[in-house]
């Protein structure tokens, strides 16, 4: 069985522009979630989808939006990026809400 | 909000040695992860706790996990080069999906 995948894996950007990251969770999985993770802030919740509704947020700007398809492929995006916004980010499938996560090997992003 | 403390942060250990990571939690969670990660890599599945009480073992790493005392432990026999690495635990929300991660251990295993 194929794992998460996620696209691109490294992405370089400037300031001020727009970004979007996809997840493809394991075949049958519905439950998809984005964290992002840096070295000072460690890993911290994104935002959490389940057949196409996001169930949670964490605390993050507005800057920050999500969305699920029907197919349960996730995407990320993020806006007017910031030099902070430079992380992993990192996707997580489950089977079910509050079922185990199988993490992707994430994007690197870069702001510059 | 879940808070997640572990320690220590880093952790240098001679093969052969053992040692337990910490992890305590702020509030009350039925379900306790413990990740690997290796340097550029994503995390990786160890263990998952679900009771209060669960052992898990998986060659020289044992988890466990009391959540009356809102507690897991992570302990290495006689570790070996190896098992090098960034250790995460999470726990889970009571309330949705989402993990609430420790800051992690870095584990060093010198020869």
């Known amino acids: 069985k194929a794992g998460v995948t996620q696209t691109p894996r490294y992405l370089i950007k400037t300031r001020g522009q727009q970004v979007t990251l996809s997840c493809s969770p394991i075949s049958g999985h519905r439950s998809v979630s984005w964290y992002q993770q840096t070295p000072g802030q460690g890993l911290q919740f994104l935002f959490e989808y389940f057949s196409e509704t996001q169930r949670n947020k964490g605390n993050f700007p507005g800057r920050f939006s999500g969305r699920q398809f029907s197919n349960s492929r996730s995407e990320m995006n993020v806006s007017t990026l910031e030099l902070g916004d430079s992380a992993l980010y990192l996707c997580?499938?489950?089977?079910?809400?509050?079922?185990?996560?199988?993490f992707g090997p994430g994007t690197r992003l870069t702001v510059t | 909000e879940l808070k997640v403390e572990q320690n220590p942060l880093f952790l240098s250990m001679q093969e052969g040695k053992n040692y337990t990571i910490y992890c305590n939690y702020s509030t009350t969670s039925d379900r306790l992860y413990w990740y690997r990660q290796d340097p550029g890599k994503s995390l990786e599945s160890l263990f998952v706790l679900l009771s209060n009480g669960a052992v898990k073992q998986e060659g020289r790493l044992m988890a466990s996990l009391d959540t009356k005392a809102r507690l897991s432990t992570l302990h290495i026999t006689a570790a070996v080069h190896d098992l090098s690495a960034t250790y995460f635990c999470?726990?889970?929300?009571?309330?949705?999906?989402?993990?609430?991660f420790g800051t992690g251990t870095s584990l060093t295993v010198i020869p």
């Open positions: 999470a726990a889970g929300s009571n309330t949705g999906n989402q993990f609430y």
């Open positions: 997580a499938s489950s089977l079910t809400v509050r079922g185990e996560q199988y």
